[in-house]
């Protein structure tokens, strides 16, 4: 009897073991789920702890952990945007008006021709900037196209290679395209969001931004002669500057004292200046600030076009952009000229040669 209990138990243990490693293969293969693609709805066996999974057939990316946004009301923000443009705009316009008040004068006294040249050149660049500034403000910075998705007799294969899903505007979203917040929708080829124009710099407004900058920076540079070129003519004379030589002054104690009387002298001079003259040294300052800062700017994004990348691209760790290639033909891309010269040829030399039989 104990020989047989013995050998039953041993049989029993025996069989356990047996059993147990049978147990872990079935676990494991229960460890994978099904899943669906949201490109072609496809489902897929994968296992619940990859982050995300890219499908066999469309190549689309589904992240597993993706969190489901509620639809945000942007509508107050998109208002503010507006009224702040809206702001910005009638300000400049004050600004312009003013300054073509300030300078007037100093321009006519110098001959009528003079003074309605230069009044002309004014109104062609404010009305350039104020254009350029317009359309990429108020334009869309470029929605990405809609595609087909989420049906397998429709999704080819390869039709949604590396696309994503934007959780916030429940629609595919290319490499090329980053969703903002602010904006409320994905842009293609999103440079950054800027807030003095309230709009996404984009691909389909990023060339009238660029432009709106240069303009800008050359309207900048004409105020800021001009307003100076006024100012010289208009300012009273500084009769009682008389400069003092400090006794026993020598070196940096000398220098010291000239420019404190060339400092009080000027701003005695300036308590006579009238109104006019007040507001040509705030267009002076304020075309050297602005000029200065909208310089860096335009160079940043001069050596973003010559590099092939925008912004987002260029501080991404994905390096979606990796492959682009530094040439001054991005310039020629960026800004749509033509590649070659055939198009400034008569039509006789573009036509085919024909060959007579």
């Known amino acids: 009897m104990d020989f047989g209990n013995s050998s039953t138990s041993a049989a029993a243990s025996a069989g356990d073991d047996v059993l147990y490693p049978e147990e872990h293969n079935v676990t494991s293969v229960s460890d994978d789920h099904e899943t669906t693609c949201w490109g072609c709805g496809l489902r ?16 689309a990316i589904t992240n597993q952990n993706g969190i489901k946004y509620e639809k945000q009301n942007f509508m107050w923000r998109r208002l503010r945007d507006r009224c702040f443009v809206s702001f910005l705009i009638v300000f400049i316009l004050l600004v312009i008006c003013g300054g073509i008040w300030a300078i007037y004068p100093a321009l006519v006294s110098c001959g009528y021709f003079y003074g309605g040249v230069n009044i002309l050149l004014i109104i062609i660049l404010s009305i350039f900037t104020l254009s350029t500034f317009s359309l990429s403000a108020f334009r869309s910075a470029g929605a990405p196209p809609n595609i087909l998705w989420g049906s397998y007799p429709a999704v080819t ?85 008389q400069i003092r030589l400090l006794n026993g002054a020598f070196g940096q104690k000398l220098l010291m004292g000239l420019l404190k009387d060339i400092f009080l002298a000027v701003f005695s001079s300036m308590m006579f200046l009238p109104a006019r003259g007040l507001v040509l040294i705030y267009l002076f300052i304020a075309s050297i600030s602005i000029g200065i800062g909208l310089s860096v700017l335009l160079w940043q994004q001069l050596c973003f076009i010559y590099e092939g990348k925008t912004y987002l691209s260029h501080i991404s760790a994905s390096g979606g952009d990796s492959t682009a290639i530094k040439d001054c033909q991005n310039f020629i891309r960026f800004f749509g000229l033509p590649y070659t010269r055939a198009r400034y040829l008569p039509s006789f030399f573009n036509s085919k040669k024909r060959h007579k039989k």
């Open 44 to 59: 897929v066996l994968v296992s619940p702890h990859v982050p995300a999974f890219k499908c066999f057939w469309c190549g």
């Open 157 to 241: 294969k390869g039709a949604l290679e590396n696309y994503r899903f934007c959780e916030y505007c429940a629609k595919p979203k290319s490499t090329r395209a980053h969703h903002c917040r602010s904006c409320g929708m994905c842009v293609l080829d999103m440079d950054h969001h800027c807030p003095f124009i309230g709009n996404c710099v984009g691909a389909a407004n990023h060339r009238h931004f660029v432009i709106f900058l240069i303009s800008a920076i050359i309207s900048m540079i004409y105020v800021s002669i001009m307003s100076a070129y006024a100012v010289y003519h208009i300012w009273p004379p500084i009769n009682n500057w």
